[in-house]
Nanobody, 118 residues
């Protein structure tokens, strides 16, 4: 049974930082590209950052470039999203996503709330 469990969300002031974690189990972690998506109230879910299964290529939404960093730890089967210089518009539920590199089947976590407010 595949599980993606996010953690690290919370309330932070503008300009602050958070690090999200997504622990994966029940899958071969190195076979999956990993991504973070977010969904704000009344908006569609959008891709924030992605990382290839080998970890050699990343992709970021324009709105987070230079502020967010995605990384993965193969020993811990975990993907991270370091979020710096947070803005109120970053407020959303953040979801972890795993996509098999050739089968293309995918899994989602349950989401973690990030709120940026003074």
């Amino acid at each position: 049974q595949v599980q993606l469990v996010e953690s690290g969300g919370g309330l932070v002031q503008p300009g602050g930082s958070l690090r999200l974690s997504c622990a994966a189990s029940g899958l071969t972690f190195s076979n999956y590209a990993m991504s973070w998506y977010r969904q704000a109230p009344g908006k569609e879910r959008e891709l924030v950052a992605s990382l290839t299964r080998t970890g050699d290529s990343t992709n970021y939404a324009d709105s987070v470039k230079g502020r967010f960093t995605i990384s993965r730890d193969y020993g811990k089967n975990t993907v991270y999203l370091q979020m710096d210089n947070l803005r109120p518009e970053d407020t959303a539920v953040y979801y972890c996503n795993a996509v098999h590199w050739w089968r293309k089947n995918q899994y989602w976590g349950q989401g973690t709330q990030v709120t940026v407010s003074s």
